[in-house]
C-alpha cells in the first residue's frame, strides 16, 4: 500500500518577502506548515544573509519550477569599504583593510566593465561541488579552493545612494548564476580598494516582485482569518512568458491523457509569431484552468507536463 502525502492539495505560489537571518529550506517549510501544503519547493536559493523576493512553490505549481530558473533577477546591495572578508559579507573573517574610499563617480565609472556577458569567479563561501563538497563547507574548513571561471550576464548596473564616504549601494539587473559577493569582490579590486557586501536585497524574480510579495506575518494573519488563498497567485504566474493557446473541453482531456492534439494553421501561425528563439513550449488552457505545458511540433501539441487543477 502506498503511503499518503500529508498536507492538503494546495497549488499556486507565494511571492515571499524572505526575512533576514532566515534559509531559503527554512522559508519553505515555514509556508508549506501555514498552507499545510502536501509539497512546496523554491525558485531561486536566497542567503539568509540576504531579504527580498523569494518564490515559493505549492503543489502543481511546483511543476513550473524549472522555468523560473532563467528568469531575470533584480537585487538591490550596499558596499562597505576598508574591509574585505574570507565570506565577502559581515559574517566572514577580515582578511584585508584599506583606507580607500571610491566615490559615487569612480564606483559609476567602474560599473560598465562588469555589465555585459562576463567571466565572473564564484566567492569561495559558495553552494558550488568541488569533489563532491559544497565549497562552503571547504573553506569553512581551511581548505583553498580554486573556483573556475564561469559566463554570467549582467544586463545593467547603477549606483542608487552613498549615505556616507564608507558605504555605496548599487541595483543589478542580471541573468541566472551571478554572484553579488563576486561583483562586490571584483569592483573593490577593480577600485583598487577593500569591501564586503553588507546589505543585499532582492527585488524581483521574473513575474515575482516586491509588488505582490507577502511576508510571514501578513500570511500568518491571512490563514488565522480563513483567508490563506489571498496569498496565493496562480500556477501559470511564472510562465508570463510563455505562449499561451486556448483548447477545448476535448481536446484538454486528451492532454490531460497524454495524448498531442492536432492544431489549425492559423493556430500555428500565431504561435509561431510569439516563440522566441528555438523556443517550442506553450501553455495550455482550457478557460482559466491552466491544462499542460506542451511542445509545438510539425502543427501539433505534444504534453510534457500536465496538471491536476479545476
Known amino acids: 500500500m502506498s503511503r499518503r502525502k500529508r498536507g492538503q492539495p494546495v497549488h499556486g505560489w507565494v511571492c515571499l518577502d524572505k526575512p533576514l537571518g532566515m534559509g531559503s529550506t527554512q522559508a519553505v517549510s515555514a509556508v508549506r506548515r501555514l498552507f499545510d501544503a502536501n509539497k512546496a519547493g ?29 528568469a531575470r533577477k533584480v537585487y538591490r546591495f550596499e558596499i562597505e569599504w576598508g574591509v574585505s572578508t574570507d565570506s565577502v559579507d559581515r559574517e566572514g573573517a577580515v582578511i584585508a583593510r584599506s583606507d580607500a574610499r571610491p566615490t559615487v563617480a569612480h564606483v ?17 563561501f559558495s ?19 580554486e573556483l573556475k571561471a564561469r559566463p554570467v ?6 549606483v542608487v545612494s552613498a549615505r556616507d564616504a564608507d558605504h555605496v549601494e548599487i541595483r543589478i539587473e542580471t541573468g541566472k548564476g ?24 532582492r527585488e524581483r524574480v521574473g513575474p515575482f516582485s516586491l509588488e505582490n ?31 499561451e493557446l486556448a483548447v477545448t473541453d476535448q481536446d484538454a482531456f486528451s492532454l490531460r491523457q497524454g495524448r498531442p492534439i492536432a492544431l489549425l494553421p492559423g493556430q500555428v501561425e500565431t ?38 487543477l479545476s
Open 42 to 70: 523554491h525558485a531561486g536559493t536566497l542567503d539568509p544573509l540576504a531579504s527580498g523576493i523569494l518564490p515559493i512553490a505549492l503543489g502543481e505549481a511546483t511543476k513550473t519550477v524549472p522555468f523560473m530558473m532563467e
Open 108 to 124: 559609476a565609472a567602474a560599473l560598465p566593465a562588469f555589465v555585459g556577458r562576463i567571466e565572473q569567479v564564484p566567492p569561495a
Open 127 to 145: 553552494a558550488i561541488k568541488v569533489d563532491g563538497q559544497r565549497a562552503y563547507d571547504l573553506a569553512r574548513e581551511g581548505v583553498e579552493v
Open 153 to 158: 550576464v549582467i544586463h545593467s548596473a547603477t
Open 178 to 201: 551571478v554572484y553579488v559577493r563576486s561583483l562586490a569582490r571584483d569592483l573593490a579590486a577593480a577600485l583598487g580598494a577593500e569591501g564586503h557586501v553588507s546589505l543585499l536585497r
Open 213 to 243: 510579495a507577502v511576508t510571514l506575518d501578513s500570511l500568518e494573519q491571512m490563514v488565522h482569518r480563513g483567508a490563506a488563498s489571498e496569498g496565493l497567485l496562480p500556477v501559470a504566474t511564472a510562465l508570463d512568458d510563455i505562449p
Open 271 to 308: 504561435l509561431t509569431g510569439q516563440l522566441q528563439g528555438d523556443a517550442r513550449t506553450v501553455s495550455v488552457f482550457s478557460g482559466q484552468t491552466l491544462v499542460a505545458l506542451g511542445q509545438l511540433r510539425a502543427g501539433r501539441i505534444e504534453p510534457d507536463r500536465v496538471f491536476n
